[in-house]
Nanobody, 115 residues
Framework: QVQLVESGGGLVQPGGSLRLSCVAS????????MAWYRQAPGKQRELVAR???????NYADSVKGRFTISRDNAKNTAYLQMNSLKPEDTAVYYC?????????WGKGTLVTVSP
């Protein structure tokens, strides 16, 4: 069982930045693929960014050039640096870990982008 705890959400003005963190339990963190998803009100959950256990990254087109996913295996932590935030980035952001073909989810952290 992998437990994930997100933090770093909040209210930010358009053009601002936030950094989300996701701390994972377990001793095999370096083997996990980590990802961030988001779900806006009335919309389906969508993949924002993913980083493999070999640090290969991929991003949704809507966030390319603005968001950066990274990981620190020594701290069992994945990050999502979000810059140039837009109102349409408003959503609950969920951390996801994939280990042994099993997905695990955090409870989410709310990001609100508003003047």
């Amino acid at each position: 069982q992998v437990q994930l705890v997100e933090s770093g959400g909040g209210l930010v003005q358009p053009g601002g930045s936030l950094r989300l963190s996701c701390v994972a339990s377990g001793t095999f963190f370096s083997s996990y693929a980590m990802a961030w998803y988001r779900q806006a009100p009335g919309k389906q959950r969508e993949l924002v960014a993913r980083i493999s256990n070999s640090d290969v990254t991929n991003y949704a087109d809507s966030v390319k050039g603005r968001f950066t996913i990274s990981r620190d295996n020594a701290k069992n932590t994945a990050y999502l640096q979000m810059n140039s935030l837009k109102p349409e980035d408003t959503a609950v952001y969920y951390c996801n870990a994939e280990f042994m073909w099993t997905p695990y989810w955090g409870k989410g952290t709310l990001v609100t982008v508003s003047p």
